[in-house]
């Protein structure tokens, strides 16, 4: 996640959020500060709904919405989404995004000229009027009661305000006179701008900043912010292949595809997963498989090797005192939190499980309500999503044990990888 928009109104989320996710970008609009996956998004939008709470309760909100994702070593950058027209807790809010994300400066630029609001001489005007003579004076939640920015700002804050006219934007060194506000410690600046034009003037002046910074705006600026703000490189991420399969066409799949594709195989001791102690087993199975992902391969998590292992299974079950069904459900258990202990640990592109029993034990470990099928990759094997589950929308193949060729494992595998680069 390269960005974290943090709005104070469900339509107003909506309404900046949009202006990235039409450049490309994966943007997640989320309606409280604990969202279940992230895990491919480029922008993280929380709505706070703090528009209409008292200044505390608002500073509060955005605080708390903010701090999980500020104490990283790589923190997102920050983006404080305010009405256009000032209502709400703007200078609250603004202050606690710049002390939540340690932020020297606050950018603000709330004009969006496409809908007639523009600052000007560090007034807000609305369609050619001021603000505070307009209907936006008598709002029934939050009432306006200046056109003058810095002043409603300094209602909420003590922070200096400081106001950059268009002669500075346009002039050509306002990258200069932001960088030298930064400077002077914790501080605002409110920045005019009358078109689209004065926008981009100053979302390009923002990448020269040395300072922590913090951007505060309505949908205008997120307009005018270069992809390089929000867009991460897209990457090809390796798949994790959960073989629960003993059937010999599961077999056959695995070895073709290991000889055409960069693959790694994790063996699956299947007695250690019976032992009192099976959780040890099941953290060296985690770690093999990603440590395998993480160097950018394909990880097959493959419990039958040959036709040795399901000889093996009468054995087994005499020995653990196990029904075939049950020592079915305790492997199949297992393997589903291993598979979901190895997706918190690293990043993948994608799940092909093989074997009724493992897809559904997976499905229920990663917290799926169902699954929502897309495409079909080969004859009677889907591709779809689990549904509200850990790994959001994330492509998930499912295959019948002994169902698919020799290359269906491979064929799915460019699936996926066609799936990243289409994107």
Known sequence: MKMIVIADDFTGANDTGVQLAKKGARTDVVLNDSPRSIQRTDVLVINTESRALTAAMAKAKVTAALRPYCQSDAPPLVYKKIDSTFRGNV????????????????????????????????????????????????????????????????????????????????????????QQIGRTGPAMVVVDAENDGDLALLAQATLQLSARYLLVGAAGLANALPASCYLATRQRLPVLVVAGSMSEATQQQILFAAEEKLLGVVEVDVEGLLQPSRQHAQEAIAHQATAVLR?????????????????????????????????????????????????????????????????????????????????????????????????????????????????????????????????
């Open 91 to 178: 200078g609250a809010e603004v202050e606690a995004a710049m002390n939540a994300c340690g932020a020297q400066l606050a950018i603000v630029a709330a004009a969006i000229p496409a809908a007639g609001r523009v600052t000007r001489n560090g007034q807000c005007w609305v369609n050619g009027v001021p603000l505070a003579e307009t209907e936006f004076a008598s709002d029934p939640k939050t009432p306006i009661v200046s056109s003058h920015i810095k002043t409603l700002i300094g209602l909420q804050s003590d922070y200096p305000v400081y106001e950059l006219d268009l002669l500075t934007v346009r002039g050509g060194k306002l990258g200069a006179e932001l």
């Open 295 to 423: 160097d950018g391969q394909h990880c097959v998590l493959r419990t039958c090797r040959d036709a040795n292992a399901r000889q093996m299974i009468d054995l087994l079950c005499e020995r653990h005192h196990l029904t075939r069904q049950q020592l079915g459900d305790r492997i199949s258990e297992a393997l589903g939190a291993i598979t979901l202990a190895i997706i918190n640990q690293s990043q993948i592109g994608g799940l092909f499980l093989t074997g009724g029993d493992i897809a559904i034990a997976v499905a229920r470990a990663l917290g799926a309500e169902g699954y929502r099928i897309t495409h079909e990759v080969a004859p009677c094997v889907p591709c779809g999503t689990f549904v509200n589950s850990e790994i959001d929308d994330l492509p998930v193949i499912t295959k019948a044990g002994g169902f698919g060729g020799a290359s269906t494992l491979r064929d799915a595998l460019y699936f996926i990888e066609e799936m990243y680069s289409g994107k």
